[in-house]
T-cell receptor, first 113, second 111 residues
Framework: DGGITQSPKYLFRKEGQNVTLSCEQN?????MYWYRQDPGQGLRLIYY???????QKGDIAEGYSVSREKKESFPLTVTSAQKNPTAFYLC????????????FGPGTRLTVL | QKEVEQNSGPLSVPEGAIASLNCTYSDRGSQSFFWYRQYSGKSPELIMFIYSNGDKEDGRFTAQLNKASQYVSLLIRDSQPSDSATYLCAVRPGANSKLTFGKGITLSVRP
């Protein structure tokens, strides 16, 4: 059963804590992406990776970090430096380096208490 | 700053009508255009993509691209209540460029 999985579905964080969001895909896609969506807003790109062990900042990378140690996995860490982290986080992947269609995981909703 | 603009909503149409969703983009060199549907609380799902000028049809959905005027639209024929969702337009300027998303437009189909 191919697809993109994200966990957890819901995540609650206290101020000052770092949290890590998981994203895994078994589509054999090269490229993976992290987006943030706020109510009434479009998707904003946080980080993306076109190949293992390489990633680039997107439009709103401050306060976030990523790693790409395996082709299948692209975890996102929301650090305490991110001042307004409450949002819906979406992971996506595509089969080539951005040239192909992006498919999305189910998302993680992060709430800061 | 490359921009993708979607006309302000929400848009409400009666069941069975044609819903027309529009999107304009600022980068004249843009090559690929995508429409995603997003139900409340869910992630976006791809409806259609279009690369060439003209119309592309898939069932009740038709994407229309006019590169000279820098707009792409999505027509939904015989609208159903299940089409009620937010529709996101996304544009890719070049072959290996990142997608830029519009803010989306919310469609409501009245039974």
């Amino acid at each position: 059963d191919g697809g993109i999985t994200q966990s957890p579905k819901y995540l609650f964080r206290k101020e000052g804590q770092n949290v890590t969001l998981s994203c895994e895909q078994n589509l054999n896609h090269d490229a993976m992406y992290w987006y943030r969506q706020d109510p009434g807003q479009g998707l904003r790109l946080i980080y993306y990776s076109q190949i293992v062990n390489d990633f680039q900042k997107g439009d709103i990378a401050e306060g976030y970090s990523v790693s790409r140690e395996k082709k299948e996995s692209f975890p996102l860490t929301v650090t305490s430096a991110q001042k307004n982290p409450t949002a819906f986080y979406l992971c996506a992947s595509s089969s080539r380096s951005g040239a192909d269609t992006q498919y999305f995981g189910p998302g993680t909703r992060l709430t800061v208490l | 700053q490359k921009e993708v603009e979607q006309n302000s909503g929400p848009l409400s149409v009666p069941e069975g009508a044609i819903a027309s969703l529009n999107c304009t983009y600022s980068d004249r060199g843009s090559q690929s255009f995508f429409w995603y549907r997003q139900y409340s609380g869910k992630s976006p799902e791809l409806i259609m993509f279009i690369y060439s000028n003209g119309d592309k049809e898939d069932g009740r959905f038709t994407a229309q691209l006019n590169k000279a005027s820098q707009y792409v639209s999505l027509l939904i024929r015989d609208s159903q209540p299940s089409d009620s969702a937010t529709y996101l337009c996304a544009v890719r300027p070049g072959a290996n460029s990142k997608l830029t998303f519009g803010k989306g437009i919310t469609l409501s189909v009245r039974p």
